[in-house]
């Protein structure tokens, strides 16, 4: 149930039992454990009560954990679904290939420094795509970390500046994300512009 919300929307208790394939009442006991321990949080509408992660803490230790699901002894082979792996969301940030690629490519660039903060020339090329710099510093949560990606064991970009990666690229419709699924879709303006912005060859 915690995976299912990790692509962002919240979901019914009914919606999450049969994610689960439990029974409704199996799913409400352990909907209000999780509640009552932090992990979810709900949302009344109506008569409705909707479900989804208490904040991308909880996000980024559930990607933390993937890890550990069936952890290879030999060489890593990825076993994920190739359209989760190309580009999917993490919680709110861009995660798989995509998301591990742009994280190497800031780093390369030398627009992001060792200790996940922008350079002055990461502050000007987010601000050629619209990103207000400054206004992510304001937020409650953290600027930008090395979050875990699941599918490629190295990081991808999290934190506000991941989200605001995310938002910009949706926003010029770079990607789009799939219903129901936290796989998104590159499109061919998406590809054209990570390459040309970002030196990201997107296949």
């Not at 949706?170 to 590159?186: C, F, N, P």
Request: charge should be positive.
């Amino acid at each position: 149930m915690l995976f299912s919300l990790m692509d962002g929307h919240a979901r019914t208790s009914t919606e999450l039992a049969v994610v689960a394939d439990v029974s409704a009442s199996t799913a409400s006991a352990h909907l209000n454990r999780l509640k009552a321990e932090r992990l979810v949080k709900v949302i009344t509408q109506g008569k409705h009560r909707f479900y989804s992660l208490d904040g991308p803490k909880v996000a980024r230790v559930l990607e933390g954990l993937s890890v550990l699901v069936d952890q290879p002894r030999r060489q890593f082979v990825p076993n994920t679904p190739a359209r989760l792996r190309a580009a999917r969301v993490c919680y709110d940030h861009l995660a798989g290939h995509l998301g591990v690629s742009l994280h190497d490519q800031f780093k390369e660039l030398k627009w992001l420094t060792g200790a996940y903060d922008l350079t002055a020339d990461g502050v000007k090329a987010l601000a050629n795509l619209g990103v207000d710099v400054e206004d992510l510093r304001k937020l409650r949560r953290r600027f930008a970390y090395a979050c875990l990606d699941w599918s490629e064991r190295r990081p991808h970009l999290g934190g506000a500046l991941g989200s605001a990666l995310l938002h910009t690229a949706l926003k010029r419709k770079w990607v789009t994300r799939e219903l129901d699924s936290r796989a998104i879709q590159v499109t061919n303006a998406g590809r054209r512009e990570l390459l040309a912005r970002f030196g990201v060859d997107v296949l």
